[in-house]
């Protein structure tokens, strides 16, 4: 007899998301015709370790989860293809899963769990970096070269006989081109001719795995081609690190209700009629989530370090920035007025030697101190994976009196044993650091990002800010699903009694207010968020939150471990969820893409070159999610261990473990790093 836990597939029924199962719909890229018997002879392979999909699909009574719903969403096909449907190890009649496997896998397994925490014990040490062979270099340099060559011989020929192709780059009738015909080189010679891996249309929910629309090129990437068919692959490319990108659970619900309640948009910027009683809700809540006085919300997480920065800097004082910030921390400082200088990425010699430098000689010229110092970093780098070393800071901020900004937007929510960021990572009080920066976008599901500081700081943010002016308000979704995530992490108690409404004047608005003996990382109080507001029992208690923090870890650890292993040359912190995989030919990035993307089970991944990273050094970048089981690392890193033979990838100098060996000690690798 069947679990009473388990739900019976519906009968079949006609469907929108249903989708055609036969790939001889879709034309061959000219691109893969060199390389596709090494894709047959990779697949092959992958099948003949394929396991019998179960026959009953692991998914238990919910409120979240309707028999419409589950006809439109969870069966676009009539088989459990390549094992992403339905786990393939059905469940036993104690095990009750709420969520749906497409969008956030089952695991069971308490042993597949790993908490993120640094050991006081050990010193803080930066990873390092592994250098290929020099061929790997030559080759790449020579790639780039040809390709630099050959597109100029192409634009040279082609001014001249093919002018209708060349009309927007060129003069004409007294106008000059908007394009520019040196900066859109790149663009055009090089990047076109890997088009097809980057801005692939997606639907559904970008949870655990992702319906990509089925496309291809006659034109060498000019045009695509959209056949009309889809197809589901598991999702190792997208900011989601917890899992609660879903469309169906506690917070979904919450999110259709506040739609109903309060609509889909604030029709206004902050300080003109646009903020409604979420807003103060959810500013207190992100306060009290990291450890903060106050704090401001922002729609984009962009807009958050570009309109936030010049605000806190101006004339006269100095930025020091980590030489791999992010674009929206450069546009920031730029646009501040404030001069700008640059330490080796994570490297504390070199910010200490430039301290002690720019400390001692005052402002160019006239050499008078600077009206203030501000020292910004990111607690997680988001193309590198390396975890920035707080402690040292730390004491350099004690010893050298500056202000620090921390740029969280990868590392909240997805590092410390609380969630909380790398703060919690290292057991460091956060109202020692002066400014915490995030983004709502990677750890919860939502969009916009926010600044958290002492009360008097953000004040003066909310109105000096371009973003709480100009910028549209954060819309009730959007918040609703901030405050509802954000909440199921700290878990939520019925005894409020430390928690009182007061009036913030700068802002006109009432904001809840924690008092300065809360115990951080602590409970929301059921006072923090709306009282129509209500989250399942396992939300609202914090446990399903842990377990998700829980698994991130362990998935983290086991991708970046396993890798390594298997001989291939990786960036970034264990813990980190993002895990760079160096590729450096430009050549083999697009072909790594397109082979993950045509295995048995398709594989989305996101691969990076330059501008965004140094020009030799092309990378996939993978992004781990709680979402995902075991199965799911195994089956990436089994695709990477036929990739890397064939491509030629694999140039690490540790040990190498065979991938049989990998999978089956994945959680004494995992506690042994």
């Not at 836990?5 to 249903?18: D, E, G, M, N, R």
């Not at 899963?97 to 803080?124: D, I, L």
């Not at 646009?274 to 962009?302: K, Q």
């Not at 006269?316 to 920031?332: K, P, Q, T």
């Amino acid at each position: 007899m069947p679990s009473p836990i388990a739900l019976s597939s519906p009968s079949p029924a006609p469907s929108i998301f249903k989708k055609k199962r036969s790939h001889a719909q879709l034309h061959s890229m000219a691109t893969a015709a060199s390389y596709l018997s090494a894709v047959h002879q990779a697949d092959s392979r992958a099948r003949g370790h394929d396991i019998s999909p179960a026959s009953t699909p692991a998914l238990s009574t919910s409120s979240s989860v309707t028999s419409s719903s589950e006809d439109t969403v969870l069966h676009e096909s009539d088989d459990n293809y390549a094992g992403l449907a339905y786990p393939r190890t059905p469940p036993t009649s104690e095990q009750v899963f709420t969520t749906v496997h497409t969008e956030f896998g089952h695991c069971a397994n308490e042993n597949y769990r790993c908490v993120s925490q640094h050991n006081p014990n050990k010193p803080v040490t930066e990873h390092k970096i592994e250098e290929p062979p020099y061929y790997i270099l030559i080759t790449t340099y020579i790639s780039y070269l040809m390709l630099i060559v050959f597109g100029h011989l192409r634009d040279f020929f082609g001014k001249r006989f093919a002018k209708e192709y060349f009309t927007h780059l060129m003069p004409y009738d007294g106008y000059a081109p908007l394009n520019s015909d040196f900066d859109s080189f790149y663009t055009r010679r090089l990047k076109r001719r890997m088009d097809d891996c980057f801005s692939h249309p997606v639907t559904g929910v970008a949870g655990r795995t992702i319906l990509v629309y089925d496309r291809y090129s006659e034109d060498c990437n000019y045009t695509q081609i959209y056949p009309g068919t889809k197809t589901r692959a598991l999702n190792i490319s997208s900011y989601n690190y917890l899992g609660f990108a879903q469309a169906r659970g506690g917070c979904a619900d919450a999110v259709e209700e506040s739609i109903k309640r309060f609509g889909v948009s604030a029709c206004g910027s902050r300080l003109e009629g646009g903020s409604s009683e979420l807003h103060p809700t959810a500013e207190a809540l992100v306060a009290r989530f990291v450890g903060m006085e106050d704090s401001l919300i922002s729609s984009m997480g962009f807009a958050t370090n570009s309109t936030i920065i010049p605000a806190l800097a101006g004339k006269g004082c100095l930025v020091i920035s980590d030489e791999f910030n992010h674009a929206s921390i450069r546009v920031g400082v730029r646009t501040s007025g404030a001069q700008v200088r640059m330490f080796k990425h994570n490297d504390m010699q070199s910010l200490e030697s430039l301290l002690r430098e720019v400390i001692s000689q005052g402002q160019p010229k006239t050499h008078r101190p600077w009206k203030k110092i501000l020292v910004i970093v990111e607690g997680l780098y988001s193309m590198e994976g390396s975890l920035v070393n707080l402690p040292q800071i730390m004491e350099f901020k004690k010893k050298y009196k500056f202000y620090l900004f921390v740029d969280e937007a990868h590392s909240i929510g997805a590092l410390g044993p609380h969630g909380r960021g790398v703060c919690d990572y290292f057991g460091i009080n956060p109202r020692s650091v002066d400014v915490l920066m995030g983004t709502f976008t990677k750890s919860f599901g939502a969009a916009g990002g926010y600044i958290a500081g002492p009360k008097h700081l953000i004040d003066a943010l909310r109105v000096r800010g371009y973003s709480g002016i100009y910028a549209e308000a954060m819309s009730p979704p959007v918040l609703t699903q901030i405050i509802a995530s954000m909440a199921s992490i700290m878990g939520i108690t019925q005894h409020s009694s430390k928690s009182t409404l007061t009036l913030t004047p700068s802002s006109s608005v009432s904001t809840l207010r924690s008092s300065d003996d809360d115990v951080h990382p602590g409970i929301a109080p059921a006072s923090a968020i709306p009282s129509w507001l209500s989250l399942p029992p396992a939300l609202a208690d914090g446990s399903e939150a842990r377990m998700r923090i829980h698994r991130l870890a362990f998935n983290s650890r086991y991708l970046h471990a396993g890798l390594k292993k298997l001989g291939f040359i990786t960036y970034g912190h264990p813990f980190s969820p993002i895990v760079p995989l160096l590729i450096y030919n430009p050549g083999k990035m697009a072909t790594f893409a397109r082979m993950m993307r045509t295995r048995q089970t398709p594989i989305v991944v996101v691969v990076v070159a330059y501008p965004a990273t140094p020009l030799v050094t092309s990378r996939v970048r993978f992004c781990v999610s709680a979402a995902h089981t075991k199965d799911d690392i195994d089956a990436v890193l089994q695709a990477c261990d036929e990739l890397g033979d064939i491509l030629d990838l694999k140039h690490g100098h540790g040990e190498r473990w065979p991938l049989e060996q990998i999978v089956k000690r994945s959680v004494e690798l995992v506690n042994n790093i």
